[in-house]
């Protein structure tokens, strides 16, 4: 076995690891057992530069695995998910009985809640058994919103109620033993109403085709984890809210970071206007506020971690590797949503996500599915997003981030 058919098992297995194909005791057994194939010194040290090079992006894999774990664990509760494929196969005869009496059947997915009329005071009981919690495990930043869930349970004919705290007058002090303060703190408080925002999406299928349960679940797990996802999370960063049907997005509730009058930098770059952003948002909440995450284009990211020096060098040679791109404490996520030139910088625990009903399957026929003799698949659910006036300011956008990084540009004469 030559040289070259050597390093390109190493990287062969690397690769491996890096998709999941195999473990890291797996991955350091097949470096092992190439290193045996080498028959000379110099090669077996080039196995070994390598295998050292690698050992970075071997634990930035391990890192980015554990960074997955501690999201999806940090979610409201602990315990088992969803068992779709289950829930379906239970109810079999049910579907197939309503299908051919061309009658709606329903499957709710929604979690336990529980509530007190009035104003908001539920918590969900079980919301691990929610099946939108199940679905976000691949969108770190709705795992991120889920911490934060509202369950605003039956009966709230499509609106819920809280109260805010409108004006504040901080007042707390220092006084002498047994002294009393010179001035009580003022909170004055108003009502506020979120209203309900349902999010749906449909297919066809045939009633012949149904008795295959393997397909109906391959139909039901692709709407879900594709269509209908794809859907919330695009609402969820760009729902325009307020008089539309659609949920509010971060790009509605965030205000416009003030880029014109931000601290000026020396040859900004990207990592600049977030920091920049985040000192607004400290700043103006008085530190109530820490921003945790930024969610950015791919190729604004990627002229972040492509970037080279004049020596031709990698800036960033960890997030080159793959290692996440965190930066002063705020994770930089890629969406793809949020536009080509726009950024969103922000403390997610400032947001809350209002649930009246979880994830719903419902089968039944509409139009002309009764002559086509095929039944109309829908998922849907009703949510909407919401932040507090006054924490607001937890969240800034940038519209445009090539006019934010000129304009925190410093003019060197």
């Known amino acids: 076995m030559n040289e070259d058919q050597v390093l390109k098992l190493v990287g062969d297995a690397l690769e491996k690891f890096k998709s999941g194909v195999i473990t890291e005791a797996a991955y350091n057994k097949e470096i092992a057992e190439i290193k045996a194939m080498a028959n000379t ?3 077996k040290k080039q196995i070994k530069d390598i295998q050292e090079q690698n050992a970075k992006t071997v634990e930035t894999i391990k890192e980015q695995g554990e960074f997955l774990r501690k999201m999806s664990e940090s979610l409201p509760s602990k315990g088992n998910k969803v068992n779709l494929r289950k829930k379906i196969a239970e109810n079999k005869e049910l579907i197939l009985s309503a299908s051919k009496e061309f009658k709606p059947f329903e499957i709710s997915l929604k979690a336990n809640h529980t509530h007190t009329s009035g104003d908001l005071t539920g918590e969900v009981s079980n919301f691990h058994e929610s099946y939108i919690a199940e679905l976000a495990q691949g969108y770190p930043y709705i795992m991120e919103i889920l911490k934060n869930v509202v369950p605003v349970g039956d009966g709230s004919f499509g609106e819920a109620d809280y109260w805010e705290q409108l004006a504040v007058t901080n007042n707390a002090q220092a006084v002498a033993e047994n002294g009393q303060p010179t001035n009580d703190s003022a909170y004055t408080w108003t009502r506020r109403t979120v209203s309900d925002k349902e999010v749906v999406v449909t297919t066809k299928i045939s009633q012949r085709s149904m008795a295959n349960i393997n397909w109906l679940m ?39 970071f003030d880029y014109a009058n931000a601290k000026k930098v020396v040859n900004p770059t990207l990592m600049d206007v977030i920091s920049r952003t985040k000192s607004a948002i400290v700043k103006g909440s008085k530190n109530k506020f820490t921003p945790n995450m930024a969610l950015v284009n791919q190729d604004l990211i990627d002229n972040v971690i492509l970037a080279k020096n004049d020596f031709g060098d990698y800036i960033y040679p960890s997030w080159a590797q793959g290692e996440n791109v965190s930066f002063s404490g705020i994770n930089i996520l890629s969406n793809e949503l949020n536009g080509d030139n726009k950024m969103i910088v922000g403390d997610m625990s400032a947001v809350k996500l209002y649930i009246w009903d ?51 540009k410093e003019n060197v004469s």
């Open 358 to 408: 979880d994830v719903t399957i419902k089968f039944a026929q509409e139009d002309q599915d009764f002559s086509k003799r095929q039944v109309t698949l829908m998922i849907h659910a009703r949510l909407n997003l919401d932040c507090p006036v006054n924490d607001r300011l937890a969240i800034k956008k940038i519209s445009n981030v090539t006019e934010a990084i000129n304009g925190i």
């Open 41 to 43: 010194d110099e090669l």
């Open 218 to 256: 391959s139909q039901v797990e692709s709407l879900a984890k594709k269509d209908f996802m794809l859907k919330l999370q695009d609402y969820l960063v760009n729902g325009p809210g307020v008089d539309s049907n659609a949920p509010n997005g971060l790009f509605t509730i965030a205000g416009e």
